[in-house]
């Protein structure tokens, strides 16, 4: 398994650079399976996704607000 954290601030200046990457993670899937994560969306992740042969998309839902107790 190989887990890849996307920084889209590494695209920025080389923006051609995604599609190598892209293709890299793809070839890489054939022998291996590719965890791409990220924070949120950008339209880099988005870009890279393009040669996936599957996509899933975890969020979570809103979170219980926690209270705060004072103690006398």
Not at 16 to 40: C, P, R, W
Not at 53 to 59: A, E, I, K, L, T
Not at 61 to 69: D, E, N
């Amino acid at each position: 398994m190989i887990v890849i954290e996307n920084d889209p601030l590494l695209y920025e200046d080389a923006q051609g650079m995604v599609e190598y990457v892209s293709q890299g993670l793809h070839d890489a899937a054939k022998e291996a399976t590719v965890l791409l994560y990220s924070l949120g969306t950008d339209p880099f992740r988005e870009d890279m996704t393009r040669n996936a042969d599957r996509v899933f998309y975890f969020d979570e839902g809103p979170r219980a607000t926690t209270k705060r107790l004072e103690l006398i």
